[in-house]
Structure formats: structure tokens, C-alpha cells
């Protein structure tokens, strides 16, 4: 799942090595969920967004499959062992931040 959030306070970011930084109004962030339904993943994400609100207008829900799976975790273990074996529901991923500006 991929979730825009919109911060409830713009917040500062610090520019990379190829420049940029300046104040962000919200963020894109990547979550790994197993939920019984799309509504259900959608409570779990949203739980867990402590500093904005998700559109969902501008998010997208798709089903991965195993080889994406391993591609977007890498090395690092999941969050939720039991949720990411799909045993119960749960966020078995969470990508970093990708902000963007006020446009």
C-alpha cells in the first residue's frame, strides 16, 4: 500500500546530497499490511500515522507478490514476523519518508 499523507503541521526537511530541503506539507510512505479486507488495512495504516492524515484519493492499494515482497524488505525483517506470515493481521513493513512540498 502506498499512503499520501498530509501533515497536520508543515514540517522542515533537510535537502540530500542532490540538493532540495525546504518545508514539507506531507509525505508518501510504503506499508506492508496483511488485513482481512482493504477497509481493515486501511484502520491499520491509519493507526499508525501519528503526524497527518492519509488521502486516500491520492494512495493506492495492490496485492504484492512473493518475489516483491522480498524485493521491498530486502534483508531486514519484518516488523510483524506472524502478520508478514500472514498468520494474523498486522504492518509488516514501513518504507522511510518521501516528502514533497506545498505546490
Given at each position: 500500500?502506498?499512503?499520501?499523507?498530509?501533515?497536520r503541521?508543515?514540517e522542515?526537511?533537510?535537502?540530500?546530497?542532490?540538493g532540495?530541503?525546504?518545508?514539507?506539507?506531507?509525505?508518501?510512505?510504503?506499508?506492508?499490511?496483511?488485513?482481512?479486507?482493504?477497509?481493515?488495512?486501511?484502520?491499520?495504516?491509519?493507526?499508525s500515522?501519528?503526524?497527518g492524515?492519509?488521502?486516500?484519493?491520492?494512495s493506492?492499494?495492490t496485492?504484492?507478490?512473493?518475489?516483491?515482497?522480498?524485493?521491498?524488505i530486502?534483508r531486514?525483517?519484518p516488523?510483524?514476523?506472524?502478520?508478514f506470515?500472514?498468520?494474523?493481521?498486522?504492518?509488516?513493513?514501513?518504507?522511510g519518508?518521501?516528502f514533497?512540498p506545498?505546490e
Amino acid at each position: 500500500m502506498l499512503a499520501s499523507v498530509v501533515l497536520r503541521e508543515p514540517e522542515t526537511v533537510m535537502g540530500t546530497a542532490e540538493g532540495g530541503g525546504g518545508v514539507a506539507i506531507g509525505y508518501y510512505r510504503n506499508f506492508g499490511v496483511t488485513a482481512e479486507s482493504e477497509q481493515s488495512a486501511h484502520v491499520l495504516v491509519e493507526q499508525s500515522i501519528p503526524d497527518g492524515s492519509i488521502i486516500w484519493t491520492e494512495s493506492e492499494t495492490t496485492e504484492l507478490s512473493e518475489a516483491r515482497v522480498r524485493k521491498l524488505i530486502g534483508r531486514k525483517p519484518p516488523l510483524d514476523l506472524a502478520a508478514f506470515r500472514g498468520e494474523m493481521s498486522g504492518i509488516w513493513y514501513k518504507s522511510g519518508h518521501i516528502f514533497y512540498p506545498e505546490e
